[in-house]
């Protein structure tokens, strides 16, 4: 059922640095994709958004990058922060639809 | 204004048998969506309840079945459990059905079928 391939599946930054975590989509009708954040015990909460009619979208020390040609689309986030250590899932769908497809997720960990 | 909460949080079960799990939707939200999120795995979507009807189904048998509330609130059952139904299973809430509404989700109830 998994439409949205995700990697890398760990990711180790140091305080400061850039994290980068990237996905690919097949089909090419999702647009709509979303990146959400999980902490331990707790669910997924919405972290950012991207149509595929924009290139790249930044909220804060968090940017999406769209690709629409070559079907992938990534999270940077700058300054990465012990508070970022989480997983991430990023997500496709039609907006017409109901049906999220989620990526397999990155444990994120920053070292101090 | 309260979140969204699941219950019970942790759940064991045996083969075979039958287990409901509860969803308290946000205030105001009129859809809630289920999914399974196996260990390392991102979430599965099982199927979505807009105004106490079900409004479209992932690739999950019939034994997982739900109902939606005048309250909105919702119900996941599956009947027959298997091994592999072990897994954490989350509630989302939205204001309405299409998947650009944002998604506010529950902490999840674990299941562990032995």
């Known amino acids: 059922q998994q439409q949205v391939k995700q990697s890398p599946q760990s990711l180790i930054v140091q305080k400061g640095g850039i994290s980068i975590i990237n996905c690919a989509y097949e089909?090419?009708?999702?647009?709509?994709f979303p990146w959400y954040q999980q902490f331990p015990g707790k669910g997924p909460a919405l972290l950012i958004a991207?149509?595929?009619?924009?290139s790249e979208k930044k909220e804060g020390r968090f940017t999406i990058s769209f690709n629409k040609s070559a079907k992938q689309f990534s999270l940077h986030i700058m300054d990465s922060q012990p508070g970022d250590s989480a997983t991430y899932f990023c997500a496709a769908s039609i907006s017409e639809g109901n049906d999220m497809r989620f990526g397999a997720g990155t444990r994120l960990t920053v070292k101090p | 204004e309260t979140g969204v909460t699941q219950s019970p949080t942790h759940l064991i079960k045996t083969r075979g048998q039958q287990v409901t799990l509860r969803c308290s939707s946000q205030?105001?939200?009129?859809?809630v969506s289920w999914y399974q999120q196996a260990l390392g795995q991102g979430p599965q979507f099982i199927f979505q309840?807009?105004?106490?009807?079900?409004?479209g189904r992932g690739n999950f048998p019939p034994r997982f079945s739900g109902l939606q509330f005048p309250n909105y609130s919702s119900e996941l059952n599956v009947n027959a459990l298997e091994l592999d139904d072990s897994a954490l299973y989350l509630c989302?809430?939205?204001?309405?059905?299409?998947?650009?509404?944002?998604?506010?989700f529950g902490p999840g109830t674990r299941l562990t079928v032995t």
């Open positions: 989302a809430s939205s204001l309405g059905a299409q998947p650009s509404y944002e998604q506010y």
């Open positions: 991207i149509r595929p009619d924009v």
């Open positions: 309840y807009y105004r106490e009807e079900e409004n």
């Open positions: 205030s105001g939200h009129n859809t």
């Open positions: 089909n090419t009708a999702f647009d709509y």
